[in-house]
Nanobody, 116 residues
């Protein structure tokens, strides 16, 4: 069993920044890639960013996140982060942590609201 808990969401003005955190527990997930997804009201959940395992994990971003978001992880703390800069109103969504371990595991989400 994998447990994921997101935090760090909030309300910011356009152009502002937030850092999201995702803490994993229940199973060791350091050997697994982790991802951030988001879901706006009435819309499909979409991929945002991914980081592979290890301290030197490779990072990947959706086009919407490139140049603005930075994904990172601290395996000792079993925590993944998403630093979000230059936020836009279209970034408003619930943000979810994800890990694939013979199936998808999700956190409960943390809400991000970006005002104009």
């Amino acid at each position: 069993q994998v447990q994921l808990v997101e935090s760090g969401g909030g309300l910011v003005q356009a152009g502002g920044s937030l850092r999201l955190s995702c803490v994993a527990s229940g199973m060791i997930v350091s050997n697994n890639a982790m991802k951030w997804y988001r879901q706006a009201p009435g819309k499909q959940r979409e991929y945002v960013a991914m980081i592979t395992s290890g301290s030197n994990g490779r990072t990947y971003y959706a086009d919407s996140a490139k140049g603005r978001f930075t994904i990172s992880r601290d395996n000792a703390k079993k925590t993944m982060y998403l630093q979000m800069n230059s936020l836009k109103p279209e970034d408003t969504a619930d943000y979810y942590c994800n890990v694939y371990l013979r199936g998808d595991f999700w956190g409960q989400g943390t809400q991000v609201t970006v005002s104009s």
